[in-house]
């Protein structure tokens, strides 16, 4: 079993920035990618970005040279750097890990808004 649990989210303006962190505890050495997801009202859930055990990443094409993703293994946390923040970023974002057995745990989610 992994624990995923998210911080950082909020109320931002347009323009802004906001870091999301997601703490994993548990069978942690059993995860090798680790990412983020959002999901707007009405809306299904998307990816955003991912990042491998290695430090490969992907990033959704709507992202990309805005929110950067990072991984601290020693600390076992993951990191959403997200810049130039818009209106349509703003979501449920949640975090997500898969084992080495490809098995998926998600975090419970966070709020993120952004006003134009």
């Known amino acids: 079993q992994v624990q995923l649990v998210e911080s950082g989210g909020g109320l931002v303006q347009a323009g802004g920035s906001l870091r999301l962190s997601c703490a994993a505890s548990?069978?942690?050495?059993?995860?090798?990618?680790m990412g983020w997801y959002r999901q707007a009202p009405g809306l299904q859930r998307e990816l955003v970005a991912t990042?491998?055990?290695?430090?490969?990443?992907n990033y959704a094409d709507s992202v990309k040279g805005r929110f950067t993703i990072s991984r601290d293994n020693r600390k076992n946390t993951v990191f959403l750097q997200m810049n130039s923040l818009k209106p349509e970023d703003t979501a449920a974002y949640y975090c997500?890990?898969?084992?080495?057995?490809?098995?998926?745990?998600w975090g419970q989610g966070i709020q993120v808004t952004v006003s134009s």
């Open positions: 997500n890990s898969v084992t080495l057995m490809s098995r998926e745990y």
């Open positions: 990042i491998t055990r290695g430090g490969s990443t």
């Open positions: 548990g069978s942690i050495f059993m995860i090798n990618a």
